[in-house]
């Protein structure tokens, strides 16, 4: 598994973690639940780096994420979202809106892949309903 699908599975799994429990920041990015060999490989190759620069990012713009999210919504509200893809859909979102670099496809195509493997039979669809919904309206330059 290449390292940055990684870092986006410890991102994810850290914004839900986060959802769940309310934890402070410093404590999410320290990846405490992680072995400490696997700590330790994936400080090498630079996955957790980049894993904490998501989180990070996340949470520093989580308002104008869930803003974005609540937006594109269609018939549905964001506190009724199961935690999985909530976690998916702010780190994605984080990503279309702050990580110009990282094309959108990229960043659609692997929380589609996060949610296939931790989310319900549906979850995929859903989510990339909502951020290709995202997608277009930064693409367009609208409001958000």
Same mark, same amino acid.
């Given at each position: =598994?290449?390292?940055? $699908?990684?870092?986006? @599975?410890?991102?994810?799994? !850290?914004? /839900?973690?986060?959802?769940? %429990?309310? $934890?402070?920041?410093? &404590?999410?990015?320290?990846?405490?639940?992680?072995?400490?060999?696997?700590?330790?490989?994936?400080?090498?190759?630079? %996955? @957790?780096?980049?894993?904490?620069?998501?989180?990070? #990012? *996340?949470?520093?713009?989580?308002? &104008? @994420?869930?803003? %974005? +999210?609540?937006?594109?919504?269609?018939?549905? &509200? +964001?506190? $009724?979202?199961? $935690?999985?893809?909530? *976690?998916?859909?702010?780190?994605? !979102?984080?990503?279309? =809106? /702050?990580?110009?670099?990282?094309? !959108?496809?990229?960043? +659609?195509?692997?929380? @589609? #892949?996060?949610?296939?493997? /931790? #989310? %319900?039979?549906?979850? /995929?669809?859903?989510?990339?309903?909502?951020?290709?919904? +995202?997608?277009?309206?930064? !693409?367009?330059?609208?409001?958000?």
């Amino acid at each position: =598994m290449a390292s940055r $699908r990684k870092s986006r @599975i410890l991102a994810f799994q !850290a914004l /839900y973690f986060w959802d769940a %429990t309310s $934890r402070p920041l410093e &404590e999410l990015v320290s990846f405490a639940w992680l072995e400490d060999q696997k700590l330790d490989k994936y400080n090498q190759n630079g %996955t @957790i780096d980049f894993s904490r620069l998501l989180v990070s #990012g *996340a949470l520093e713009n989580i308002k &104008e @994420i869930d803003k %974005t +999210i609540k937006i594109h919504l269609q018939h549905w &509200e +964001i506190d $009724r979202l199961n $935690r999985v893809d909530l *976690a998916v859909l702010r780190l994605s !979102a984080y990503s279309l =809106m /702050y990580q110009h670099e990282i094309p !959108a496809s990229i960043v +659609i195509d692997e929380a @589609i #892949g996060i949610c296939r493997e /931790y #989310g %319900t039979d549906d979850s /995929y669809k859903f989510v990339n309903g909502v951020l290709d919904s +995202i997608r277009k309206s930064l !693409a367009a330059k609208e409001p958000i």
